[in-house]
Every structure is written in structure tokens, then in C-alpha cells.
């Protein structure tokens, strides 16, 4: 087995009640690459990167089947889901800092793990602060509520807040798409500082997106992987006919 | 045209309603407060319901009057409702205190009594002692019934004066602590509020937290709520029975503090679980989700996110139940009692305000104590509501940036 596969998934799927919304994914995903999803909204990109951090156990009428092997352990078999999302962070589509002060924010993670000297917490709100670049903009106030802060730094708020967690796996759904072209350039221009440290798998609504920051790309449709493989090759040479008429803009 | 009439009527008819709705409530508010304000003071509030009796021992002592006769006679301290001026006062050197004869009018009962108007500084009576040797407080008001044995009663001012200067030494005076005071009830009401809020609220909030965090949805789910809201419903009279059968009688803990307050907590429960609930489902589902996908547990989600964000719902769930403690007359009465004392433990009785309040006009027919009674009842309320307010904005999560 391919040591460098962070997931492989098998024959995967997935079904709300009796809706299908994903069918057979089958998909390697590489260690510290940038792995982007794209494709028409419901397709189910979301739907999928739930599953890897089993985000989707809250939804009761989930029923999934097949495999999801994370460095060689099923996820949904014997591993310890709260093992698993520590090791698989997740930031959402929609900035969601807890209510409490941006120091709380970060140390939330690692205090429910059971971290509670105040040093360790003070360097790793700290680190974690300056890997997500917040760092300079929210020292003075780091007691002061997370709610003041502005859509962007909210956004690398919650980065900072999953990286303080020291994760293998950031999964990212659609994490620019409630913030303006600035923010949204901090953002990518972050995420490209911590691909050389994370294994990045992010849904994104935006192919321009996609083509900047990621080095593969998958493209979904109804619940199907129609196409994934190296990112310059689907935008430039795709195989799939539907590949070609989305990234072309030819689509219904 | 007809349009016009009738939207011209309709309009009428809101105003009317609202302005009746407003001058009943006006009217309610008004009554009480004209008819109960007279009788709230310092003492009303500060005294024992009942009188008591107590021999009080002092050092005769001359201390001569500082005050001249005008202003002497002008301190009436006593409330003119209760007592009719008869004689007096006159000031007595020995005990440095001025003396008058009222007709005290205690309840319902009309009694000639001799009773103190003024204390001179460094009066023997500022250190007055019980029969077992400790200080006890005599002020204005306090009705003086006997001196050394000899009683007062048949005797007009002036030969009750003659006999107390007469005495010297060591005087034993026979004393009426006055009563009419409500300090109990309100001690009462403090201790109920707080011990049904005690066992009341954890239950609440973690019966709340079960049916909105763990509970599937389902048969289950529905038939507690249902119970919830059907215990909403009950009159507080059919939990008042059940709390006599049960924690009074069943359960033999008496007419007491704690079957007041057990049963009282059983009818908050359905009020704190239901707001609770609401406040748990309007916290946005994205919190759990980021808690969660930190690798919290979901009872660290719920605890440290969640219920914190729940806190001013469970405030308006305090504040509900408060109000319904300080108003519960029905099952209070049953399971309380209507003892106007402070409870010295949890297994004995006491009477809240309300209670209080129901028993003076109920069985002493005294309308004017019952109101204001229920003056205090209405500043408790509004006090509490700004205190809770307060409390929860300064608890809200989303309040601060
Ligand atoms: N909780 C849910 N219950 C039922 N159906 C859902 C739920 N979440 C998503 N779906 C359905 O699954 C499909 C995929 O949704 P999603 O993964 O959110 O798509 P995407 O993120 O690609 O826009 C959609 O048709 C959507 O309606
Ligand atoms: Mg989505």
C-alpha cells in the first residue's frame, strides 16, 4: 500500500433515508497535497467531505456503505471517532467562532482533550494565532469576544482553531464563499502556507479557486466522482465530456 | 362607505379594549397601593407577625429629658391606624423613657395599652436583658404591661408614671413585643424561592438537556413533552393535594419548609424545562458541529458551548419560576402552612407573603394588611425582574464584543 495515501476511499455510499447521495466513490487522496472538489451545488461534495471526519453521525437518517480507510484504518470500524477529528479538523462553510473570547476560541480544542497548563496554552494560542496570520491583528485582543471580529478573521479564527488541534487532515467547505475578494485572498494565500504542513481536502464553489490552490482536483456529479486527477489536467485536458462542458461554463 | 364604517368600528373597538385593559390594570395596581400603602414602613417590614411577650430586665437609672414637652408630645411613632391617642406622653426619668396610653387595636381586638413613644439617649432600656441574661432591643411601640409584678392594667397614665418612679434598683418590666410585621413571610418566601430554584432548576435544565440533545425524536420525546405540558395546565391546588398526600403525610415530613418547596419545585419543572428547551434549539446547530469537530465529547460540546449560550433563556426560566413561587398561595397553604415564623429548619412551617396575604384577609378580614402585603409581593416581583434581566444581559454570550 501506497504509504503517502491519507484516504482511499472504497465503493462508498451514501444515502439520506432512501435518497442516494453518493454513489460508489472510490478516491485516493494524497498526503500533504491540496485536494479540491468541485462541481454543481447538491452534487454532494459536501456530503462527502462529512464522511471523513464522520461529521454526518449527527444526521440520523444516514446509512453509509463501503469503506473509508484512513492511514489504513476504516474509519467507521474499530477507530475512536473523537481520535479521528482530531487528527481530521474541519472549518466550515460559514465562520462559526464559538461565543467566547478568541483566546478561548483556540484553546477550546486542546482543553477538552485535557491540556491545562497555562503556558503550553498561552504558546499554542500563540502558534496557532500566527500559522492562521491573525496573529498581528488580534494580540491586543485576545480576551475580547470572537464575535467582533470581522467575517475574514473569523473565517481564520476557526483555521487557527483547528490547527491549534496539530491535525494530519484540514477538511474545508467552501471556506471563502461568505467573504469578500480580500479576505477570501488571505485565505488562499494561508492555505498555501499550510499545505507544506496539512493535507488539505477543500470543497470550493469557485474553479478559479480550485485552479490556484490545489494540485488535484475532483469533479462531482449527482452523487458521482465523474473525474479526479492532477488539477492543470482537469482544467486544460479534461477526459469527461461533463468535466469539459462544467469547467467550461456549458453547463445546465 | 360601509368600509369605512366598519374599519372606523373595529378601530374603536381595539382602543376600547386596550384602554379597558389598561385602566383595570391601573385600577388593580392603584387599589392595592392606596389601600396597603399606609401600613408599609420600616417596622412593617421588619417585625414579627405575632406579638410576643418578654420580661425585660434593666438598671434604674435617671437620664433626664433632652427634648422639650412640644417635641416630645410630637413623637408618635405608632401607627395611627392601629392606635388611638388617649393620654400622655409623659417622660419618667428612671428608665429615660416617655410613656402614652393608646387603644391598641391589634387585628381585631381593641385593648387600652401603655406603650413606649420615646427612648432618651442612654436609657436604661439600651441595655436591656432577657431573663437568661442576653441584650434584647426595646424601642417605640413596645407595649408595657407590668413593673417588678405590679400590672398596669385599670390604672390611668399618671398612676402607671407614679409606680415606675416609685421603683429603683433592678426593675423587671413585663414587655409587648408589637407584631404586625411581616418579616417572616418575606425571610419565608426568600428560603422557598431559593430551595425549589435548587432542586427545581438541575432537573429542569438536565431533563431540557436530554430532550433536545440525546433524545430521538419519537414516541418517547412526545409523550414526555406532552406530560410536560399537561403538568403546565394543573392547577397548583391538585399539586398542593398531591404534595399533602406525599411529602407531608407519605413521606412524614410535616407541613414544612420542604414539602412547601418540593412541591412548589414540581410546579416549576414543566415552566424551566420548556424554556430551556426553546433556548437549547436556538442555538445555531454550527456550534455543536465546530465543537464536535474539535474533538470534543458531546457532553463537553453541550456544557461548554451550548448551555452557555442557552443562559439567558434558563434566566428568563428563573425569573418565570420565581414568579411563580412568590404567587403560589394554593399549594403553599396545603403543604406549608400558614405559620407566620421564620422556618428554623427545613421541616418546619412558614407562610410566604402570598400566603400571608390570603390568610389576613381571609380569616382576620383585614383587607388593608393583605394589600400591603401585597405591595411588597408586587416590589418583589419587579425587583427580581430587573435583577434576573441584568444578570442575563451580563451573561449573554452574544452580548459581548
Ligand atoms: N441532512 C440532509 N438530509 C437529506 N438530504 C440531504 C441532507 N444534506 C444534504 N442532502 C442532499 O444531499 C445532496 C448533496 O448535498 P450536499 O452534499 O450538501 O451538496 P453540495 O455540498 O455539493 O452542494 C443534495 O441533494 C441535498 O439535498
Ligand atoms: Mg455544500
Known sequence: ???????????????????????????????????????????????????????????????????????????????????????????????NPFPMSIYDNIAYGPKCQGLKDKNQ?????????????????????????????????????CIARTIAMNPEVILMDEPTSALDPIATAKIEDLMSSLKKDYTIIIVTHSMQQAGRISDKTAFFLMGEVIEFNETPII?????????????????G | MSRKVSDLLTKGIIYLATGITLSVLLFIVGFIFIKGIGLVNWDFLT??????VVYAFIESNDVSLSLDEET?????????????????????????????KVAYKNHSTEREQVVITYIEKDSPFDSAKDSTG??????????????????FSGMTLAEVAETISAESGELKIKIVQPGGGIKSNIITTLYMVLLSLL????????????????????????????????LA????????????????????????????????????????????????????????????????????????????????????????????????????????????????????PGSTLTVQAYYVAKEEGNIELACAIGIVIIVIVIVLNILSRITSDKLDVFNKK
Not at chain 2, 47 to 52: A, I, M, T, V
Not at chain 2, 85 to 91: N, Q, R, S, T, V
Not at chain 2, 266 to 290: D, H, N, W, Y
Open chain 1, 121 to 157: 496554552l498561552d504558546t499554542l494560542v500563540k502558534e496557532s494565532l500566527m500559522k492562521a496570520a491573525l496573529w498581528e491583528e488580534v494580540k491586543d485582543r485576545l480576551n475580547k469576544s470572537a464575535l467582533g471580529l470581522s467575517g475574514g478573521q473569523q473565517q481564520r479564527l
Open chain 2, 199 to 230: 432542586v427545581a432548576l438541575p432537573l429542569g435544565i438536565f431533563g431540557a438537556i436530554y430532550l433536545t440533545e440525546y433524545a430521538k425524536p419519537g414516541r418517547l420525546v412526545n409523550m414526555i413533552r406532552f406530560a410536560a405540558e399537561c
Open chain 1, 235 to 251: 482544467f486544460t485536458n479534461p477526459q469527461d465530456k461533463r468535466t469539459e462542458d462544467y469547467i467550461t461554463g456549458r453547463f
Open chain 2, 72 to 100: 416630645l408630645n410630637g413623637k408618635m411613632p405608632f401607627d395611627k391606624r392601629y392606635e388611638t391617642h388617649l393620654e400622655g406622653p409623659i417622660y419618667i426619668e428612671n428608665i429615660g423613657a416617655a410613656i402614652a
Open chain 2, 47 to 52: 417585625r414579627d407577625f405575632n406579638e410576643k
Open chain 2, 233 to 348: 395546565g394543573i392547577p397548583s391546588i391538585i399539586f398542593g393535594l398531591f404534595g399533602m398526600a406525599f411529602f407531608v403525610v407519605a413521606l412524614n415530613f410535616q407541613i414544612s419548609l420542604i414539602s412547601g418547596s418540593l412541591t412548589v419545585a414540581i410546579i416549576l419543572l414543566p415552566v424551566i424545562i420548556r424554556s430551556t428547551e426553546e433556548a437549547l434549539k436556538t442555538v445555531p446547530m454550527a456550534f455543536r458541529e465546530g465543537s464536535l469537530a474539535l474533538g470534543a465529547t458531546k457532553l463537553q460540546t453541550i456544557f461548554k458551548v451550548v448551555l452557555p449560550c442557552a443562559v439567558p433563556g434558563i434566566a428568563t426560566a428563573v425569573l418565570l419560576s420565581i414568579g411563580r413561587v412568590v404567587g403560589e398561595s394554593a399549594a403553599l397553604l396545603l403543604t406549608a402552612g400558614t405559620v407566620a415564623q421564620i422556618p428554623g429548619t427545613l421541616f418546619s
Open chain 2, 134 to 151: 442576653k441584650n434584647i432591643t426595646i424601642g417605640t411601640d413596645y407595649i408595657l404591661q407590668s413593673i417588678n409584678g405590679t400590672d
Open chain 1, 1 to 95: 500500500m501506497d504509504a503517502n495515501i491519507k484516504f482511499n476511499t472504497k465503493n462508498l455510499n451514501l444515502f439520506y433515508g432512501d435518497f442516494q447521495a453518493l454513489k460508489a466513490i472510490n478516491m485516493e487522496i494524497r498526503e500533504k497535497e491540496v485536494t479540491a472538489f468541485i462541481g454543481p451545488s447538491g452534487c454532494g461534495k459536501s456530503t462527502f467531505l462529512r464522511c471523513l471526519n464522520r461529521m454526518n453521525d449527527l444526521i440520523d437518517s444516514v446509512k453509509i456503505n463501503g469503506e473509508i480507510i484512513f492511514d489504513g484504518q476504516d474509519i467507521n470500524g474499530t477507530i475512536d471517532v473523537i481520535n479521528l477529528r482530531t487528527r481530521v479538523g474541519m472549518v466550515f462553510q460559514k465562520p
